[in-house]
């Protein structure tokens, strides 16, 4: 018997960056059209759901994550009639949408800041975080921007000080104020209503601080965790993010969400917690689940990729999710340095095998399927804020954000503009990762990852079955095992530099396609084989 599961649980995501995915009007950036016309490429390769970065109308000082209008399109990407063609599109093929939310922060531009910040008895001065500053002209607190600087800009016109966690062209809304809990709600059922499936949920953690604004205190051991520690690891965030009134907003985007209508949604919180694992699983909402459908799982990016490092996290994961609560895992996205540079070739390999068996939904990063690398923009067209501003280069995103790349022509099919035209350069090796290449070429890692994906789509056991973790294996080997009714298959990973004895006549699929010589496992190597019946 297998178990009846949401689509959300059994199917897997891929997230399109929209300026990078196909430009249909030749201005060097990607929009909805193009997006539009890639769909049949997801069908093919085999995912369920696409989660569009935002598209809305942005001054783009964060390339759209400063919000203008939540109810609009962006010229660049094209207009609400193109939004509702993609929609019917992607449901034609029975793929669901799933759109970025940015609820923590609009941009400077959005008319609510506008008026806002017009006077201090504007009817939406409570919409944002004002404060006087002290008598010494000191700001409120010590927060600091996650993009570098304090998280305070003064408005000369008002005399006040308003709050910014990103940049100052994002000003963080007040999510205690119902009138603006009350827009943001609507802007949901907007999306709602022309037919999305569900949401991600920008630095979800985020929305609600300490009312008190308490300072944050030191942060004893800074890290930046995988990335370059910045000044901001050099506090602890307890007042700033992660506050407990946050759980009651999404107690109330939930109702909202599933009670809009019959269609199954589901939202996807950001919600970066890495050394506090029972605080992000919180976002579920405890034994209710009545919280955030999946907070989502960053640990693989942080993990050390040894069979231990590996163990240990997916059973910290197991046993924080809350019973009848559903994991998921990420290996890349848009703020991240590209998989195949992170691991290397062979290693990519693996983390796919790994990724698109373990018990938990999915999320691929468009690109990582072909092995794209990360790019070393040279400095004159450097475009991401957090490289410009941070003042530590090296945060830049702009390197993992390139255009697709769709076949070998100058512009990779990504654009008819000259490729010294496109918002971003294309990777260096477009001529050969790219779809048109590695479609045809069954060693290809867009191949593995297309037989990944037919894979889990046949079996229960790898689409909704239990996880269970092999002992007894040598140290370089993690094993487990998914099974779902009579539905039982073992993934066998060699960690290791060394090859690796195993035997089995029943081998489902390797990253690996052709057997080595002995029949044992490769350095690297992981394999799919059927469990005991
Ligand atoms: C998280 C997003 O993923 C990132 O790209 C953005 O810069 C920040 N939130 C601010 O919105």
């Not at 990407?77 to 019917?88: E, I, K, N, Q, T």
């Not at 796919?352 to 399927?369: H, I, K, V």
């Not at 960690?495 to 044992?520: C, Q, W, Y």
């Not at 496992?521 to 084989?529: D, K, N, T, Y």
Request: proline share 9%; with cysteine.
């Amino acid at each position: 018997m297998t178990e009846a599961r949401p689509w959300w649980q059994t199917g897997v995501i891929y997230q399109v960056y929209p300026r990078s995915f196909q430009d249909s009007d030749g201005d060097g950036v990607g929009d909805l059209e193009g997006v539009r016309q890639r769909l049949d490429y997801l069908v093919w390769l085999g995912v369920d759901a696409l989660w569009l970065s935002p598209f809305y109308p942005s001054p783009m000082a964060d390339f759209g994550y400063d919000v203008a209008d939540y109810c609009g399109v962006d010229p660049l990407f094209g207009d609400l009639d193109a939004f509702d063609r993609l929609v019917a599109d992607a449901h034609a093929r029975g793929l669901r949408l799933i759109l970025d939310w940015v609820p923590n922060h609009s941009s400077d531009r959005h008319p609510w800041f506008e008026e806002s910040r017009r006077s201090r008895d504007s009817p939406k001065r409570d919409w944002y975080v004002w404060r006087d500053l002290g008598p010494d002209g000191a700001l409120p607190n010590n927060w600091l921007s996650a993009f570098g600087g304090p998280a305070w800009t003064l408005d000369e016109a008002t005399g006040q000080v308003y709050l910014h966690s990103f940049l100052k062209e994002q000003p963080d809304l007040n999510w205690r104020s119902p009138a603006l809990r009350e827009a943001m709600l609507d802007t949901l059922r907007f999306w709602m209503a022309r037919g999305v499936d569900g949401f991600r949920i920008d630095v979800a953690h985020h929305v609600l601080k300490d009312p008190a604004l308490r300072d944050n205190p030191p942060n004893p051991a800074p890290s930046g965790g995988h990335k370059p520690a910045s000044l901001y690891d050099a506090q602890l965030h307890v007042h700033d993010k992660d506050h407990p009134d946050a759980h009651a907003l999404y107690r109330e985007v939930r109702t909202v969400v599933d009670g809009f209508d019959d269609r199954e949604r589901v939202t996807l919180g950001e919600i970066h917690l890495p050394n506090a694992l029972d605080r992000w699983a919180a976002y579920y909402g405890g034994p209710d689940l009545d919280e955030i459908h999946m907070p989502l799982n960053f640990g693989l990016l942080d993990v050390e990729w040894s069979a231990d490092g590996l163990r240990r996290h997916v059973e910290a994961v197991e046993a924080a999710v809350p019973e009848g609560a559903w994991p998921n895992y990420v290996l890349g996205n848009h703020d991240e340095r590209r998989l195949a540079t992170r691991l290397g070739p062979e290693r990519a390999r693996l983390a796919a095998l790994l990724l698109l068996t373990l018990r938990g939904t999915p999320t691929l990063y468009y690109g990582d399927e072909l092995g794209v690398p990360d790019v070393a923009v040279p400095a004159d067209r450097i475009r991401d804020p957090m490289g410009l501003r941070s003042g530590i280069p090296a945060l830049g995103r702009d390197s993992g954000r390139t255009p697709m790349a769709w076949d070998a022509s100058p512009s990779a099919g990504f654009s008819t503009a000259p490729p010294d035209t496109l918002w971003l350069p294309l990777h260096a090796e477009a001529e050969r990762l790219n779809v048109s290449v590695q479609r045809d070429d069954p060693e290809s890692l867009l191949s593995l990852y297309r037989s990944l994906l037919a894979l889990r789509r046949r079996r229960p056991a790898l689409y909704a079955g239990r996880y269970t973790a092999l002992g007894e294996t040598p140290a370089s080997v993690f094993a487990f095992e998914r099974q779902s009714g009579t539905d039982r298959v073992v993934v066998v990973l060699n960690l290791g530099d060394a090859p690796m004895p195993f035997t089995s006549d029943r081998r489902i699929l390797s990253t690996h396609p052709v057997p080595s010589r002995n029949g044992g496992l490769r350095p690297w190597e992981g394999l799919v084989v059927e469990g005991a019946p």
